[in-house]
RNA sequence: GCGAGAGUGGCGGAAUUGGCAGACGCACUGGACUUAGGAUCCAGCCCGCCUUUGCGGAUAGGGGUUCAAAUCCCCUCUCUCGCACCA
């Protein structure tokens, strides 16, 4: 047994024993109450960051907290290996993107290895491999079959230079980010799927999961956005068709004095054909299409319209209401146009007053009459109907339904429900993605690839430039193939799917990772582990990957391949990490290593430190985790990582915080070093003997820490209270006087002690804690060592301090037995010296006793 | 902008249900040990006043509810995440 703490050493060592015995290998087990751990996959980018040292961690302290809880746990990793920074990588560097991620994957693997985390690596899977990927396009053909997938023309962004689909992040202040090209809106024909279909349910079960973070779902349920409302039609007044909008504010249509239609609409365009105006609104559509949509729907943006020379009639005050195209109206929301109500909405108040176009006030509020010429803004709360007909003295929201009946009456509206959620575009003009299985057939038309066919493989021997489109369709050998329904010459589909797909249903692939029968998941092996019984992973994923993942569930359910409604029973989101910027003025933003002593290395100019922000490439203020195991080890790591705060709030990087958490290791190793050749004959204290003094406060203290890292690891993940409680036991331990040889007794007890520290923070740092509970003589694996109970008798203080309070401030203290009765201790507090100086003179209106905390006495 | 969160000493954080604000750690200061200390052990450590006992203030800022508020309510400010082609 060496005397000094080696974590290097010593790490290496029980990798190769865990990984050798094959310890985290699992298969179902019918006797066994299976435990389903799952973190966030991770995008092969190069190496793992801090972020995912941080994820995995925390799901690891689960994974093997619940193990020695007796549970057969289910912990895989994977890869999450299609995405766009391998096609970058290939444009820039020439490198293949299969050979980048593989790569990538295998550094990634080793360092997932070093970090010590119990996972079955058998069960390892890529996205990016046709035995993954096959499986994802047999879904894709059944939902094709059921018009679950289908083809709808929807905009892009599009570099005219590059000649190339840019994704939201790759424009950059409107600017392609490769040629600094102005970028344009492109409309092509892409698939989606009906996630729409599903809407009801995903939000049905929103108020079923009760394992999710309430924000959360607050987010998901903000996202489909429901909304009752009203569509109506406004007729035109040449007799010309109709315009529909959809409405939550039905009760102010006799204030809609003029229509609104966004100007990206094709209506528009159809509306002016011909007319003189028809060039100058081309340029005003034209020029809308490039502003950013965030901004130009934010309420500070400048409203812009153009009048498009047409009218249609308001259907209840048969008014003539102008037709304008205008660039706040968002195309994809309900039908694309608004009736405008300038007087009870802000935004239409701001258009009217800037075009000049007529109020109408259709609700009075209560206290103070408006006055459509003095108005500042819209009156957009509640009041009293005016200038609306029969509905004239209803409070407006009492009368949204009556208008609503009303205009179904007459034929010219009805009751409409509207969600916010639109279909999942999961078209990709991309290289790296999996392949869409569809052939185009001159004869046939659009024909899915016969399921015999797949998978539909994508091809390695490929030239990637960023420019000129999607890179497949220049690829004659996977472009051009024959029709499986007439023979004669078709096209493949060049899009590939969106990564969001991979990761929808990944966590099904983990329970039979190798199977290779349709549908790629054995069926009682997905029944056994599924669904997840704790998912972690980001904040930052809350709304899309885990909407598309219930929607993936729900739909694979359907087709009778799942058995269950929702992947994931408790979700932890956890926070991100951060650190402070440095930078210089010559160099900008520096890595950690290019500063010494406040000073650019590079130019010995002063640094400034920033404000902390998230860690990223961009801003260097990355720690790398090779560096640190190689410096620490990994127990450090993760110690320090789960220390710092609580998993679902931000952590703040420190390196002196590594530091500490290194020395408490240091600290823990040499006190159980320090005793060991004392205790190593004797027994754990198994509560026979009676003990007091500092022994029974000892013991007292070793349960109660039992009581609180349980408590805290069981019902909130509070890793950093868990340990802190560790240290104060450690701290204690320390304070202790050692006691004799021969006095097996407190021996027995500090033996005691020492395997509750251990054993309680085997999850946490699990190759330090195995190195240490072999030095004391065990030689079964330490994460199959069962889980401390406490005694709760044994934890209980006998003695508690009641606070004295007058009027609310603390004035005194008084120690009195756990047990004492409430009318004594008030007594108690009433005769105490320094409270009778505060109280003596006064009326005593209450005094209240909040048992075993508090007494606070209210004079006057 | 919209939606969702967060804000506590010099720093990270604790206070689980409205009940002692500051656990634990870092940094700092002092002591012990030592050839040495950037090791280790022990102690001090929110701010102000009184050299003690003590008194007052303090949980982003302002207001409110309550015997009692970091915690609940309202307003303001700052920061973080998401906003549909980053994953």
């Known amino acids: 047994m060496e005397d000094k703490y080696k974590p290097q050493e010593l790490e290496k060592k029980w990798q190769k024993i865990w990984e050798d015995k094959g310890i985290f290998k699992v298969t179902e087990d019918a006797g066994k109450k299976k435990y389903y751990l799952l973190e966030m996959f991770p995008y092969p980018s190069g190496k793992i960051h801090i972020g995912h040292v941080r994820n995995y961690t925390i799901g690891d302290v689960v994974a093997r907290y619940k193990r020695m809880n007796g549970y057969n746990v289910l912990h895989p990793m994977g890869w999450d290996s299609f995405g766009m920074p391998a096609e970058n990588a290939a444009i820039d560097h020439g490198i293949h993107p299969a050979t980048w991620t593989n790569e990538n994957i295998s550094y990634m693997k080793k360092q997932l290895k070093e970090m010590g985390f119990s996972y079955d690596w058998d069960r390892e899977l890529s996205t990016c491999e046709p035995e993954y990927y096959r499986w994802e396009q047999l879904f894709f053909l059944w939902m094709y079959e059921k018009g679950l997938a289908y083809k709808k023309s929807s905009i892009v962004n599009w570099c005219i230079n590059c000649q190339t689909v840019l994704a939201n992040e790759q424009v950059e202040a409107g600017q392609c980010w490769r040629c600094s090209t102005e970028v344009e809106e492109k409309y092509l024909d892409q698939w989606f799927f009906r996630i729409t279909d599903y809407v009801e349910e995903l939000l049905d079960y929103c108020d079923k999961l009760p394992g999710w973070p309430e924000r959360v779902i607050t987010m998901q349920k903000n996202w489909i956005g429901k909304s009752y409302g009203c569509d109506i039609l406004f007729p035109m007044a040449d007799g010309n068709g109709t315009i529909t909008v959809f409405t939550t504010r039905q009760d102010t249509v006799f204030g809609a004095t003029f229509m609104l239609v966004a100007a990206e609409l094709p209506l528009v365009m159809d509306l002016v054909k011909g007319k003189p105006i028809e060039h100058e609104v081309r340029e005003f559509v034209e020029k809308v299409k490039k502003q950013d949509k965030l901004m130009r729907t934010s309420e500070y943006y400048e409203k812009e319209g153009m009048f498009l020379d047409a009218y249609c009639l308001n259907p209840l005050t048969k008014k003539k209401m102008p037709i304008f195209a205008a660039n706040f109206v968002v195309a994809e929301y309900g039908t694309g146009c608004v009736m405008a109500v300038p007087a009870h909405d802000q935004r239409d108040f701001e258009f009217a007053k800037k075009y000049n176009l007529p109020l109408l006030v259709v609700i009075q509020p209560h206290n103070k009459p408006l006055n459509v010429s003095t108005m500042k803004e819209a009156y957009v709360d509640e009041g009293m109907l005016v200038n609306s007909g029969q509905f004239n003295g209803m409070e407006n929201l009492k009368a949204l339904d009556a208008i609503a009946s009303y205009l179904e009456s007459i034929g010219r509206g009805k009751k409409a429900i509207q969600y916010r959620l639109r279909d999942w575009g999961i078209s990709r003009q991309r290289y790296w993605g999996a392949p869409i299985p569809i052939l185009y057939c001159d004869t046939c038309g659009t024909v899915p690839v016969p399921e015999s066919e797949l998978p539909v493989i994508l091809p390695r021997e490929i030239e990637l430039t960023g420019a000129g489109g999607s890179p497949l369709a220049k690829y004659d050998a996977f472009l051009k193939t024959s029709c499986p329904t007439c023979g004669n010459t078709a096209k493949r589909e060049t899009d590939t799917m969106d990564t969001f797909v991979e990761s929808s249903w990944y966590f099904n692939r983990f329970c039979s990772p190798h199977c290779g029968e349709k549908p790629g998941l054995d069926k009682q092996k997905v029944h056994y582990w599924m669904p997840v019984d704790q998912y972690i992973g980001g904040i930052e994923h809350a709304i899309l990957h885990l909407l598309y993942s219930r929607f993936f569930t729900k739909m694979l359910r359907d087709y009778g391949?799942?058995?269950?409604?929702?992947?994931?029973?408790?979700?932890?989101?956890?926070?991100?990490?951060?650190?402070?910027?440095?930078?210089?003025?010559?160099?900008?933003?520096?890595?950690?290593?290019?500063?010494?002593?406040?000073?650019?290395?590079?130019?010995?100019?002063?640094?400034?430190?920033?404000?902390?922000?998230?860690?990223?490439?961009?801003?260097?203020?990355?720690?790398?985790?090779?560096?640190?195991?190689?410096?620490?080890?990994?127990?450090?790591?993760?110690?320090?990582?789960?220390?710092?705060?609580?998993?679902?709030?931000?952590?703040?990087?420190?390196d002196q915080g590594v530091e500490g958490s290194f020395r408490f290791l240091n600290r823990?190793?040499?006190?159980?070093?320090?005793?060991?050749?004392?205790?190593?004959?004797?027994?754990?204290?198994?509560?026979?003997?009676?003990?007091?003094?500092?022994?029974?406060?000892?013991?007292?203290?070793?349960?109660?820490?039992?009581?609180?890292?349980?408590?805290?690891?069981?019902?909130?993940?509070?890793?950093?209270?868990?340990?802190?409680?560790?240290?104060?036991?450690?701290?204690?331990?320390?304070?202790?006087?050692?006691?004799?040889?021969?006095?097996?007794?407190?021996?027995?007890?500090?033996?005691?002690?020492?395997?509750?520290i251990i054993i309680l923070l085997a999850p946490i740092v699990p190759h330090i804690t195995e190195e240490l509970w072999t030095a004391l003589g065990y030689e079964s694996n330490l994460a199959d060592v069962p889980w401390p109970s406490y005694d709760n008798e044994v934890a209980a203080e006998e003695e508690i301090t009641i606070v004295i309070q007058v009027n609310g401030k603390v004035r005194s203290r008084i120690v009195v037995s756990a047990d004492e009765e409430a009318t004594k201790i008030k007594d108690l507090a009433l005769n105490d010296e320094k409270i009778m100086n505060y109280i003596s003179g006064k009326k005593v209106l209450r005094e209240i006793y909040v048992p075993k905390k508090l007494v606070n006495i209210v004079v006057q």
């Open 561 to 654: 391949v799942l058995d269950f409604d929702e992947p994931f029973t408790n979700l932890l989101t956890q926070g991100m990490v951060c650190k402070e910027t440095a930078r210089c003025k010559e160099h900008g933003y520096l890595f950690p290593d290019e500063v010494k002593d406040g000073k650019c290395t590079r130019c010995q100019s002063e640094v400034t430190i920033g404000k902390s922000e998230k860690m990223s490439k961009s801003l260097k203020n990355v720690v790398d985790p090779d560096y640190l195991i190689k410096n620490y080890g990994a127990d450090t790591v993760r110690m320090f990582c789960l220390f710092a705060s609580p998993p679902e709030k931000d952590l703040e990087w420190s």
């Open 668 to 756: 823990a190793w040499r006190i159980v070093i320090d005793c060991l050749e004392d205790i190593k004959h004797v027994t754990p204290f198994d509560g026979s003997r009676d003990i007091d003094g500092d022994l029974k406060n000892l013991r007292r203290k070793t349960h109660q820490t039992m009581r609180k890292v349980t408590r805290d690891i069981e019902d909130r993940f509070h890793f950093n209270t868990a340990i802190s409680a560790v240290m104060e036991l450690v701290n204690a331990l320390y304070l202790m006087e050692r006691p004799a040889r021969e006095n097996t007794t407190a021996l027995s007890v500090i033996r005691e002690t020492i395997e509750t």
